[in-house]
């Protein structure tokens, strides 16, 4: 069909019931793209109707090097879709009835990650939109659609998809960028390093609940301390500084307000790529790197906490660990292996998030409650032997305890925002001042068994999976809560990760697999067929995606309250 179909198809409708939009569904030819419209809406109050705006490549005309591997592509779509974005914002308003008249495209906030909005190949560049088609109360406005599909969306392609329209010195620093960011976290382990924070980084954000650079006058640059220093060479722009965090044990000291919990953020983050500007574009984090936190109340599903407690009350098992309600402790120790469990390298906490008693147990302490009345080994008496044995690291934010001098490799003190190294200092202080703790905890391997989940649980017929918003997925009756999962950073991964547990209910379940290899099973296709392939709606607008990270879809299954494994 032609857009001259699509009008006839409009002039049809005008005045009827909303039902009547139905008919659009369907591909149409215009000038310089294809429109499809892949799902229409039942009524204006329901989700937006998605359709998807191919324009061929020899149209868009982006040169084969815009795209031409993994790091470029997804930096690529990503300026498209912010692109769209600003075209879209710029159009006059057709609100009516509902979500009718609006026009969306799911761009993400100041990360770049994969996403399903946008496509770019050698054949075309593909934007997938949600429209509210207009109406007046519940009948068709068929002069307001005409706008949008005959109006808008050309110009949406004219201002927004077509190179010569857009600034190419921006499309290549997005580009050139992400290719940079990736590129140096695919160093750090190499060098030895599992974190590096550029000097002039910006790491305050404007406020607890935005993810934008602060702006105000007293913003203090990172600047790393000589000793810590590192140069890389990066293929586009160059040489760069800045502080590297090596493997190992490393803390971050220092007195209250002084940017320690800040840094820690920044890393914790620094597993994505940021956009040009962030201020964080080369905080740059070893991708498995996992952000640890107490989290009472959460369940846990027979995981083996041994190495963290034994001995509770009641002879509760706590090698294979199951609860409806964890206490810091548990669900802390239960964080840990969750994670291990998946493959991460590098531990991040907090002492603002942590349990206290989950992380000390001074020699006072040890005096008044035995070893055997106490069930929990504390995370100093392990956190070396992760390292030694594992290869896990662990950056741990700690201005309250000095104990932790004695099993750090590297000490990093914040003062007014700025780092110093201050590891022989705090060395020497551990050899003046004994702590006189006994250690605790045998040395016994840290043995992590696989889990391997059962289909029961993940039971989904006639169940709907759907996120609702960004730290919470509806599973049938249940939600899963993801609010503590904090590296968890957009909306578009959690209804990600609700297609994800879907697609691996139905296909790879099979109560043999346990969870890694379950997940990267997905990443395998998601990796050949792109992130359209988890929807349950392939081969059309997939709806909004974002790539999660193998961490946060297991966290979500481990918090799922239905889950179980063998
Ligand atoms: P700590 O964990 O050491 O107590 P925070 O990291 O929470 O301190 O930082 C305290 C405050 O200082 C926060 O409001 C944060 O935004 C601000 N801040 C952190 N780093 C900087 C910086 N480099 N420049 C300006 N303000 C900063
Ligand atoms: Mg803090």
């Known amino acids: 069909m032609t857009k001259e179909d699509l009008k006839k198809k409009l002039d049809k409708i005008d005045g009827k019931g909303y039902k009547a939009y139905k008919d659009l569904e369907g591909e149409y030819e215009f000038e310089k793209f294809i429109l499809y419209i892949d799902h229409v809406q039942g009524d204006p109050f329901a989700s937006p109707s998605r359709i998807r705006i191919r324009v061929p490549q020899n149209i868009a005309d982006f040169e084969f090097s815009m795209y031409n591997n993994p790091s470029r592509q997804v930096a690529l779509e990503d300026f498209l879709i912010r692109s769209v ?46 429209v509210g088609l207009p109406a007046f109360g ?9 706008r949008i599909f005959l109006e808008f969306l050309p ?7 077509l190179k010569k329209n857009l600034n190419i010195q921006d499309i290549w620093l997005w580009v050139e960028t992400v290719e940079d960011q990736d590129y140096l976290r695919s160093q750090l382990k190499e060098r030895g390093l599992v974190a590096f924070v550029a000097d002039g980084a910006i790491l305050p954000r404007e406020s607890g609940i935005s993810d934008r650079p602060l702006k105000s006058g007293n913003v203090v640059p990172f600047e790393s301390p000589n000793s810590l ?6 293929p586009n722009r160059g040489e760069i500084t800045g502080m590297g965090i090596p493997e190992g044990v490393t803390l971050i000291v220092g007195g209250g307000y002084h940017g320690k919990s800040t840094l820690l953020q920044a890393i914790q983050k620094g597993v994505y790529n940021h956009i040009p500007g962030d201020g964080r574009e080369f905080v740059i984090t070893v991708a498995d790197a996992v952000k640890i936190r107490a989290e009472d109340g959460r369940r846990i599903e027979k995981v083996d906490i041994s190495p963290f407690i034994n001995n509770l009350p009641n002879n509760i098992d ?20 969750e994670a291990i469990e998946i493959g991460t390298s590098l531990l991040l906490l907090d002492e603002d998030t942590s349990a206290t008693n989950f992380m000390i147990r001074d020699a006072r302490m040890q005096k008044l409650i035995a070893k055997k009345e106490e069930p929990i080994t504390p995370f100093i008496d392990r956190v070396k032997q992760l390292y030694k044995d594992k290869g896990i690291s662990t950056i741990l934010v700690m201005g309250g305890s000095g104990d932790y001098f004695d099993v750090a490799d590297c000490v990093i ?35 992590i068994k696989p889990r391997v989940p059962l289909k029961k649980g993940l039971e989904i017929k006639g169940k709907k999976i759907k996120s609702k918003d960004e730290d919470t997925i509806k599973f049938g009756y249940q939600e899963i809560e993801l609010d503590y999962v904090e590296q968890l950073v957009d909306k578009s991964q959690t209804n990600a990760i609700g297609e994800i547990i879907r697609y691996i209910a139905d296909k790879y379940v099979d109560e043999k697999s346990n ?7 997905v990443y395998q296709d998601i990796n050949k067929k792109g992130l359209d392939v988890v929807s349950h709606f392939y081969g059309k607008h997939p709806g909004n995606l974002a790539l999660p990270r193998l961490y946060e879809i297991a966290a979500a299954l481990n918090r799922l309250r239905s889950f179980t494994v063998k």
Do not use: C
Request: charged share 30%; net charge positive; hydrophobic share 30%.
């Open 85 to 130: 974005f600003e075209v879209i914002k710029k159009l006059p308003s057709l609100k009516g009835t509902g979500h009718s008249g609006d026009i969306y495209i799911d761009k993400g906030g100041q990360q770049i990650i994969k996403r399903s909005a946008m496509v770019v190949n050698k054949d075309y560049v593909e934007a997938r939109l949600s």
């Open 138 to 146: 519940r009948r068709i406005n068929s002069s307001g659609a005409k």
């Open 155 to 161: 110009q949406i392609v004219e201002k927004g998809l």
């Open 229 to 234: 220093r590192v140069k890389f060479q990066l």
């Open 318 to 337: 706590t090698t294979r660990f199951t609860t409806e309600n964890a206490s810091g402790s548990t669900s802390q120790a239960a964080n840990i292996i």
């Open 413 to 447: 003190k914040m003062h007014d925002y700025k780092p110093y190294d201050v590891t022989q200092e705090a060395k020497k202080i551990a050899k003046e001042f004994k702590t006189n703790r006994k250690v605790e905890g045998n040395n016994e391997p840290i043995v």
């Open 515 to 521: 969870i890694k290899e379950i997940l990267e099973k």
